[in-house]
């Protein structure tokens, strides 16, 4: 398919989109173990409505909406360690009082195609600007999480005895917390506020479906993600009008419920 | 002489509630303490507070013999989260040597021996490579056991480290736990509900009830009050959900 790459915002999509697909994958092994599945999706939703109101206000979307979402990170993981409130309650509120602010946001100021990119994605969003800050915060992601794998194991493994050996728990908590609102931010432009957090969960259960070590899971994961996310953007290219973001979601539910298949065959083969 | 860790009238709890009050006690390299009482009469409190998890509300936790609290090697309880962990024996065991390293990222050659060294003394090699997860109830407990002892040789700290074992495995976690303290040298104290294994094994034995506590030798505590209390009323309280490991008095 070469002249998919004619067009600029194709090309932009597909390198923002599987760099994106790579740092969620890799964080959403540590994620989903941990229970903490649901926090991709209410930060996607603190990111529309930062996304919202950034081009309500006429500022760059991505400069805006990165420390907002962070912050919304650190309240999360804050509120789900303190216990008052419980995680997924917090979560449930922090999303949608986000997602009512930033919808009111947008009927206010843009018409309702803006609504519908924001929620499910568009493939024309990153500008050439945008390129560049989501690649630095890709490769930010990525070179974190290599330097950091085995603490992330550790951490996601057995949280109170890492931090009794004098491992720093919270300190890979937060770095957890702050790779996946920059994942977040940059992928759903792309994949849109509701869909993005697929990205996170469906690669690491596929894994799981078959492979047994952590390290495997983790590359498995990461090669799933890019496998599906091309084949998202290629359905999206030769079927007219598929949404990508949806495309994309469609592909791992795919690869999901064929290495589901696969591992239970290989199940029923052992017994 | 002097002692690994001396608790000197501590007091410990959540949130300013204290669980645990004017507590004192201390232990001795090469001791083997049984940590025994009810529920709810702070033991998991005071493991907390001992591993630094929580802070003291009151009196102190002095370590002595260049002992760091850091190197407290812990066996926790297992959590549900790790029922379908997909983590081979080697990663798990590999992990109890992230403790020492501080920032430096991957695991050096020595962590790998000693990582090895440890599986091969739990008697678990021929398992390594396969899934934390699919493992029997006694091999897990090995597993976390030997990912322990490549946080520290000095001190091991175990939470029940044979509930929910059947009577076989539960007899054979004893000899290995107590073959560690002979023989390897290493200083145990370990959180029970079973008091029998906590007699026969155990040197010292902290009885912690709310507001009254006994701290001493395994011989002193057969003569109390206390122990026979403790021993006539497990008839009725503690057999019904332990799993058969107790023999009723």
Redesign the interface.
């Known amino acids: 398919m070469p002249e998919i790459f004619q067009y600029g915002f194709l090309l932009r999509a597909l390198v923002v989109g599987l760099l994106v697909s790579l740092c969620a994958a890799l964080l959403g092994v540590s994620l989903v173990?941990?229970?903490f599945s649901m926090i991709g999706d209410g930060l996607s939703h603190v990111g529309f409505g930062a996304l919202a109101i950034a081009s309500a206000l006429n500022l760059a979307p991505l400069q805006v909406s990165i420390p907002v979402v962070i912050v919304a990170a650190f309240i999360l993981l804050r509120i789900s360690s303190n216990g008052k409130i419980k995680g997924d309650a917090a979560i449930a509120l922090l999303s949608s009082s986000a997602l009512a602010i930033g919808a009111i946001v947008v009927s206010q100021t843009n018409s309702a195609t803006d609504m519908n990119s924001y929620m499910f994605g568009s493939i024309m969003a990153i500008s050439n600007d945008d390129l560049a800050l989501s690649i630095i915060c890709s490769v930010i992601v990525l070179v974190m999480f290599?330097?950091?794998?085995?603490?992330i194991?550790?951490v996601?493994?057995?949280e109170?005895?890492?931090?009794?050996?004098?491992?720093k728990s919270g300190v890979y908590n937060t770095i957890i917390a702050l790779l996946t609102a920059l994942t977040i931010v940059v992928g759903m432009r792309i994949m849109g506020a509701l869909l993005i957090s697929s990205l996170i969960i469906f690669p690491a259960l596929t894994s799981?479906r078959i492979?047994?070590?952590?390290?495997?899971?983790t590359i498995c994961s990461a090669i799933v993600s890019c496998v599906s996310y091309i084949i998202g953007i290629a359905i999206t290219y030769y079927a007219d009008n598929f949404p990508a973001g949806a495309s994309v979601v469609v592909a791992n539910l795919g690869m999901f419920l064929i290495f589901s298949l696969l591992g239970f065959l290989l199940r029923k083969k052992q017994q | 002489m002097s002692y690994l860790i001396e608790c000197k009238n501590l007091t410990a709890g959540y949130e300013g509630m204290p669980v645990v009050k004017d507590l004192s006690f201390n232990v001795s390299a090469g001791d083997y303490l049984c940590i025994v009482g009810e529920n709810g009469s702070g033991k998991s409190t005071l493991m907390k507070t001992l591993l630094g998890l929580r802070s003291p509300l009151c009196g102190e936790i002095i370590f002595g013999d260049g002992l760091k609290q850091t190197e407290i090697g812990y066996l926790p309880q297992q959590t549900a989260a790790q029922k379908d962990f997909p983590a081979t024996v080697r990663e798990v065991v590999l992990s109890g040597c992230l403790g020492r390293k501080g920032f430096s990222p991957f695991y050096s050659k020595a962590d790998k021996k000693l990582c090895d060294d440890n599986i091969e003394l739990l008697g678990i090699t021929h398992i390594a490579h396969r899934s934390y997860r699919n493992l029997s109830g006694g091999q897990q407990q090995r597993v976390l056991l030997a990912r322990a002892l490549c946080a520290t040789r000095k001190l091991l700290l175990l939470d029940e480290p044979v509930s929910g074992l059947d009577p076989m495995v539960t007899a054979e976690m004893y000899e290995i736990i107590s073959k560690l303290n002979r023989e390897q040298g290493v200083t145990i104290i370990m959180v029970s509900h079973d008091l029998q294994g906590a007699l026969r094994y155990g040197t010292k034995i902290l009885h912690m009830e709310s507001g009254a506590y006994f701290f001493g030798t395994t011989a002193e505590y057969r003569s109390t009050d206390i122990f026979h209390a403790m021993s006539t009323c497990d008839c009725h309280c503690t057999c019904d959900h332990h799993t058969g490991s107790k023999e009723v008095r």
């Open positions: 173990l941990k229970r290599v330097l950091f794998y085995n603490k194991f550790a996601t493994f057995d109170n005895f890492s931090k009794a050996t004098g491992v799981m492979f047994r070590s952590f390290r495997s899971v």
